[in-house]
């Protein structure tokens, strides 16, 4: 191919990455570039590269398109900072412009999925290279064009880009397109964000002061510092623990060869050439760290103070031990981890006890003939009903014995839901398996111990679930693979199934069978934590008691069953005509574990849960009844701001709003579209495989070079 100018390549490259995701399916936005122009958000100019803003979960495939076609993502740092990568830049030897997709955008903070699907949903088009191509509406380009110039404020082109956007929205909007604009950043987080924008051009002040404060605080690391690249080493630093500090400051001043010639292009291939890059880059680096700490000290001033009335319990039903005899016995194991060198065999640990989660991943091992499997126990029942479902030779042993440390010692993968003994440190010999108990709305921990230490698998169900756990946790994508959680296959199963002749001896065959399954506000057992708006009672809704919700099911013709959240203080249980209020024992009565359950309800109705997630695999209405959200966002927090939003079934704020929707679920369905168009966002697999894919994943770990001898 004969060598292209900018001008002729930058429409092109519009084309072809037009077509690619076309062919493969990815929905994307040009943003920026010759589509502002055509909008008439900037003047006409040169561009040199091609920004798209793809749907996050599905950017993976388009990079993988493009890189077959020879654009290659040249990201030259190995090493994740504080501030997250939002795009990945592709270049070319051929053409002498950049591709840039990015799966978010920085100043929009609710999350990348969210945005982009409300962008999505007001797309417009414009013509480029004789081609429609998608393109935000003229306000969320406007938005994305004012973010843009002022995530670096103190540049005279970005700033004289502003006043440019400013006044050529302030001649060109009404009063109604001004509302909009205010209402679009709102509803994308960036009302704080882009407040000069907003104010400069008249727009209504909508959601001021909604952004929370650890958004803001990843704001100010970008636009505040004067070199925010070392702002963001800093950053990271602070957030590691000091025994990776050695380790990763040599990274940040030496990096790799390779790192360093994508870094600079034109550096000559010699030895001496990288050395005096190195220096180089080590007198910058040492000259911008006193400023880059003060400015870090600054801005750590509004992180967000920890949850309210947060303690944790080393176990989940006994005394809580005195901090430093839990610290010390917690670095002790880490020491004995470490020495004892001979490692074979899995042990699991999960809470409850013989969870979904853990019983079909150990029968998925037991068929891959991975062993000796030892299954930690804080009950003391190994006779219960749920442990008789282990596979034959499955040993069972109390985790706090001298027995179950000396398991977990010698165990070369560990299988858990929750973390294992308070997450010393590790043994690089050994492989954690995480099996999280669910994604659903709960705000994510930034980077918690438990993802440092004690997740070299993560198990999600979706690209989704991969990217917002692998940013907030900082993993790579290699260690959330979308395997599916096990306990679905359970759920699948029993969605396939007719109502257990358990379930019917305990409520009958007659009636739908509406499962209530809210998550705590106040918990007793555990993590000892307050969120949302306590109720003190079973349903979490405010006002509501036993007889109420009776007269409910009586009157829509169910059957009513609350399942209290294990970490819940339990108020009135018991069956009381149509309804019934189930703890953890009333469930192991019947012989049925929890996800059999969710698989038998006809409707399924909860808040905050990540069962939800789950339930889609069923294709039956779901019920969120919350009246805290606002609330709950304050405390614990969203997973994504903009979720509960966008939920798979309308939201009841009383029981009032609850009779109604659950009569039309009962009477025809209304959200089934909905619902069916959220399943492939939070699902890549729908069958009952996740835990033979997650048992796959293991004998390929343990078979990998370099990865030890194999259990």
Avoid at 416 to 445: A, C, D, E, M
Avoid at 448 to 463: M, N
Avoid at 553 to 563: F, P, T
């Amino acid at each position: 191919m004969t060598e292209l100018a900018l001008t002729e390549a930058v429409p092109l490259a519009h084309a072809v990455v037009d077509q690619v995701a076309r062919d493969h399916d990815v929905r994307l936005l040009f943003i920026k570039g010759p589509t502002a122009t055509a909008q008439g958000l900037r003047a006409e100019r040169v561009s040199l590269d091609v920004d798209a803003l793809v749907d996050p979960a599905r950017r993976g495939v388009l990079a993988a398109a493009l890189t077959e076609l020879g654009w290659v993502d040249e990201n030259p740092y190995t090493s994740p900072t504080v501030l997250p990568m939002h795009s990945l830049t592709h270049r070319h030897p051929k053409w002498p412009c950049e591709l840039d997709l990015h799966d978010r955008f920085p100043g929009f903070f609710v999350g990348p999925q969210d945005v982009f699907e409300r962008l999505w949903s007001r797309r417009s088009t414009v013509e480029v290279a004789n081609r429609e191509i998608p393109c935000p509406d003229r306000s969320g380009q406007a938005l994305v064009l004012a973010l843009h110039a002022l995530r670096d404020p103190h540049d005279p082109t970005k700033a004289a880009e502003l006043t440019d956007l400013i006044g050529r929205v302030s001649t060109s909007y009404d009063r109604d397109a001004l509302r909009d604009l205010a209402d679009l950043a709102h509803d994308l987080g960036a009302a704080d964000t882009a407040a000069t924008f907003l104010e400069a051009v008249g727009a209504p002040a909508v959601g001021r002061g909604s952004t929370g404060r650890a958004d803001l605080h990843a704001w100010q690391l970008r636009t505040e510092p004067s070199d925010a690249t070392a702002v963001s080493w800093v950053a990271e630093l602070r957030h590691r623990p000091k025994r990776q500090w050695p380790r990763y400051l040599w990274y940040a001043a030496w990096l790799s060869d390779q790192e360093l010639r994508v870094a600079d292009p034109n550096l000559p291939d010699t030895r001496s050439a990288l050395l005096g890059a190195r220096l180089r880059r080590l007198r910058r680096g040492l000259g911008a760290v006193p400023q880059a700490l003060r400015d870090v000290r600054t801005l750590a001033q509004v992180e967000p103070e920890p949850s309210r009335e947060v303690t944790v319990r080393t176990t989940w039903h006994s005394r809580p031990l005195p901090g430093p005899f839990v610290r010390l016995a917690t670095a002790g194991l880490g020491v004995a981890d470490r020495v004892v060198l001979p490692k074979r065999g899995v042990v699991i640990r999960t809470f409850r006890d013989f969870d979904d989660q853990g019983l079909e991943t150990t029968a998925a091992l037991a068929d891959a003939g991975i062993g000796p499997l030892t299954w930690l126990t804080k009950s003391g029942d190994p006779g219960s009903h749920a442990a008789k479902r282990l596979p034959e030779g499955v040993r069972t042993v109390d985790a706090d014995s001298f027995s179950g440390v000396a398991a977990y010692l010698r165990a070369r993968v560990v299988v858990h839901t929750h973390g294992v003994y308070g997450i010393p440190s590790r043994s690089s010999r050994k492989l954690f398996v995480n099996l999280w108990h669910g994604w659903g709305t709960k705000q994510l921990n930034r980077r918690p111990p438990v993802a440092d230490r004690q997740s070299d698998l993560v198990a999600v169900t979706s690209e989704l679930h991969a990217s917002a756990v692998a940013e907030a946790w900082g993993l790579t994508a290699a260690q959330v693979p979308t395997t599916g959680l096990p306990r679905n296959d359970v759920l699948v199963r029993a969605s396939r199934s007719p109502r257990s002749p358990a379930l019917v001896a305990r409520i009958g065959d007659s009636r739908p069978l509406v499962l209530w399954l809210p998550t705590y506000r106040r918990s007793v057992v555990g993590e000892i934590r307050v969120d949302g708006q306590e109720t003190d009672n079973d349903f979490q809704l405010p006002h509501v008691n036993r007889d109420a919700v009776e007269s409910l099911a009586d009157g829509l013709g169910v059957h009513i069953l609350v399942k209290t959240h294990p970490m819940a203080q339990v108020h009135d249980p018991g069956d009381h005509g149509w309804l019934g209020i189930w703890d953890d024992r009333a469930l192991a009565a019947t012989g049925m574990s929890l996800y059999e359950l969710v698989g038998l309800a006809d409707v399924l109705v909860t808040d905050y849960s990540s069962v939800w997630v789950d339930y889609l695999l069923t294709d039956r209405p779901i019920l969120f009844a919350m009246a805290d959200a606002a609330e709950y966002g304050a405390t614990r927090g969203h997973y994504s701001p903009g979720l509960v939003d966008n939920l798979p079934g309308p939201t009841a704020h009383d029981l009032g709003e609850l009779r109604v929707h659950l009569a039309e679920a009962l009477a025809y369905d209304p959200c089934d579209e909905q619902r069916r168009r959220l399943i492939p966002l939070h699902h890549t697999h729908v069958d009952a495989g996740s835990a033979a894919r997650v048992a796959c994943l293991i004998v390929e770990r343990l078979n990998a070079p370099g990865a030890g001898r194999p259990s």
